[in-house]
Nanobody, 114 residues
Framework: QVQLVESGGGLVQPGGSLRLSCAAS????????MAWYRQAPGQQRELVAT???????HYPDSVKGRFTISRDSAKATVYLQMNSLEPEDTAVYYC????????WGQGTQVTVSS
């Protein structure tokens, strides 16, 4: 059974940065794409970054140029570097595959506020 454990969230001021981590166990991490999602209160979960097994990345316009997804296959870990954070980025952040087909982890809370 795949387990995803997200970490690295916290409270940050607007304009600040955070780096999220997602440790995956129980699957062949190096051969699958991964993604980061977020869900704000009262809103649907949205995809914010994807990375293929070969390192190709994609972002929606809302985070393009501010967020960077990366992966370390040896550590079975995917990262999300978030810069120039805005209050609208406040949400619980989750990792999963690009189809959301894995069991969801507990997520990590990111709060952007002054």
């Amino acid at each position: 059974q795949v387990q995803l454990v997200e970490s690295g969230g916290g409270l940050v001021q607007p304009g600040g940065s955070l780096r999220l981590s997602c440790a995956a166990s129980g699957r062949r991490f190096s051969t699958t794409g991964m993604a980061w999602y977020r869900q704000a209160p009262g809103q649907q979960r949205e995809l914010v970054a994807t990375i293929t097994s070969t390192g190709f990345t994609h972002y929606p316009d809302s985070v393009k140029g501010r967020f960077t997804i990366s992966r370390d296959s040896a550590k079975a870990t995917v990262y999300l570097q978030m810069n120039s954070l805005e209050p609208e980025d406040t949400a619980v952040y989750y990792c999963n595959d690009p189809w959301g087909a894995l069991a969801w982890g507990q997520g990590t809370q990111v709060t952007v506020s002054s």
